[in-house]
């Protein structure tokens, strides 16, 4: 089968690989579109220690189910995959499960003609296989503004850091919790012309303007600078959410988090209700990916990584395979 494989740091080459094996338990998909993720962007740069070159990347994926229980069902795919049998897993928590594994990662990833996949972690769907790529993505903004809203159920204004895709979406979640402010920061103006239609919030630039504090911050850029910018932001005894995973740098002031009893919270992936709950919002048209993604084809993936370098694409560029 042809799959684009990662082989060293910003190189990718469509190469020619085994069609994966048959496996208990597991099923194939047909893959006909998968996102670019900011991980994926993470491993690219030669960042991610664990996407070892040459490997396929990718987890974002819908397509048709080739074999299985749910065979000639268009479906999409929760990538995580967890040992099921730990404490966290039968306490619903299988993200933070100390076993976890991600396709894309340990196993081999979407940005390929086929994907083999636990029966357990394939969710059949009506939609278009464009929109259901969403799902994964949704998903992952979707728990870290529930933890958000539940640490603060009162909460009335947010600031999102990053309006790429995980950020645009968090930012639409919060407009459907009916928070009554939301900014988002975003440097690139070709995104930012995009984000006041498509989610409810107001774009602004970092570089020239500052909001006044809010009760959320979430930051789903995960760099230095980004934790600076939350430590500030964050109003007395607000919550940073903190999503993204740039960099491990300082940047959060611990100091102004105590004495204002700031609470900070990580969030990681999601739980399958939050899964289940994006493709819901998915199917009920209450979030899409119209005006804020763009397809292409999948031997043109070299050049998608590099347009999403350059700051030079959408908040959202799917792969079609």
Known sequence: MKALFYTDTKQTEIMDTPAPAPRFGWSRIRVSHSGICGSDMHAWHGHDER??????????????AADGPHAGKTVTINPLISCNTCADCQGGRP?????????GMAFPGTFAEEVLVPDTNIYPTKLAPKQATLTEPLACALHAVQLATTRMPGAASAIVLGGGAIGLLAARCFALKGLGRIDIAETNPLRRS???????????????????QADIVLDAVGSGRTRHAASALVRPGGTIVHIGLQDCAGGLDTRRLTIQEITFVGSYCYAPKDFRAAL????DGNVSGDGWTECRPLDQGQQAFTAIHDA???????LTI
Do not use: F, Q, S
């Open 51 to 64: 996407r070892v070159p040459p490997m396929i990347l990718g987890h974002e994926a819908a397509g048709i």
């Open 312 to 318: 030079n694409a959408p908040p959202k560029i799917i």
């Open 280 to 283: 819901a919002l998915l199917e």
């Open 194 to 212: 995009l984000l006041a239609d498509t989610t409810g919030a107001r774009p602004y630039d970092p570089l020239n303007h500052t909001p006044a």
């Open 95 to 103: 993200h933070v499960c100390a076993d976890r594994a991600l396709v």
